[in-house]
């Protein structure tokens, strides 16, 4: 591995920092979900807010390089007229200088979601106007920290925003439309262009990227009506979002087939294609934490059935878009988290393989870890599976890099243990244990001293010994062969 590759971990401002609102902070559109529908909130969550210090500090003695967090928007702008909050800025030049302070890159994510509710009042990304507010609020951040921050990234997954919000329905706003999908996730995508475009012009000496919630396809079987599902699946999982930021447009094959299936593209304005083909990103992180299993369509309506609560039973994710794909959530000879959720480490290695042989461009891995119940009460929290996941999954990365792809970091899902959105604080992914009955406390977990190790020798003790079969078809196949 070479000197300078960044070993790290993540966390998203509302998943971790609690004090909703204190400091003048105002509220989120999370914050008015989860309260008005009374679940489970991140009001506290980690209370990072007041805990930075020791966190950052818990980061440096790890021997972590970097830290991926998010900036909460609400907390910095406060209103529709662009009040500033001073306390909200002044918080986060303290976390970043805390950060430079240990010698730890930060890497800040300008969106994770937690958009203000002033703008989501007002239709949120179904609205071009958020798109002016929200380069705005990058306006701002780009002059209090753009001198200390190398990394940026413009959004976190907007493919997990979106379908959630607008499609599945589960996350805010809670909507099942697909015309609003295709509106919302256009005008994110325009959103992505434009602040690249602003932080390109102000000249400053860092790089600025999207990430990704990547999703590498696979296929079941080798027939022509799979591999046209696959297509049809990687744009909608992946393209959308990686060739419109790194190659300038959305794929022609894509908005021909949402055209035939109803979708009005009247939100397209025809001077937006310029501002994408000239602002395209540096660099693309890919939050990588399952492959996507693919088979054509059988029949039937939309269904979108996502296993939120890790008790609902192995294989009640269902995902079947009506004359696109259906996704497979229970392969016989895999293996699968309580939230349905796949282990394949080989994912990631042909994941990154097949990105970076399209794409060119350098990749940071910006979130890759395995939610669980955890008893963090115990003296010693020994989550062994956490550190076998990790390491293969590392492994995978290392393999991508001998074998010629540019990652130039990794970042462990997640710091500490934090609010999980819809699945709430009890799924847990931290290296370090978060008490949530007991005022926070923390504690280091088995795969924090280990993921010490792996730092301090820059990935020398990373063995995997997990051998694999392949027996599917993958996209990496599919773009070399063609349809
Ligand atoms: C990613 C998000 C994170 C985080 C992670 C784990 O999609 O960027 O915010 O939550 O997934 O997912 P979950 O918390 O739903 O298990």
Redesign the pocket.
Known sequence: MKKDFLWGSAT?SY?CEGAWNEDGRTPSLWDVYLHENNLENGDVASDFYHRYREDITLMKECGQKTYRFSISWNRIITDLQGTLNPKGIKFYHDVIDECLKAGIEPLITIF?WDLPDYLEKLGGWLNRETITHYVDYCRVLFAEYGAKVKLWATF??PR?YVFSGYFIGNYPPGLNDAQKTAQAAYNMMLANARAVELYHSLHLSGQIGVVH?YGPIYGIDDTPATRQAMRDADNYYNNWILDTAILGYFPEDLLTKLSSSGIKLDFIEPNDRAVFEKNTVDFIGL?Y?ARVMIAPYQGGETILKINNSGKAGKGTSKIVVKDWFEQIFDLPDTEYTD?DTEIYPQGLYDGIMMAYEKYQVPIYIT?NGV?AYEDVTKEEINDDFRISYLSEHIDAIMRSIKDGADVRGYYV?STMDLY??K?GTE?R?GLVAVDFENGCQRKKKASYYWYQKVCQTNGAVIESKREYNKNYLSMWDLNKEGL
Request: no cysteine; glycine share 6%; proline share 0%.
């Open positions: 998203a998943q994770h976190n997954e997990y919630s939050n934490y939230w979130e939610g899902w999980s959105w699945n799924k992914y």
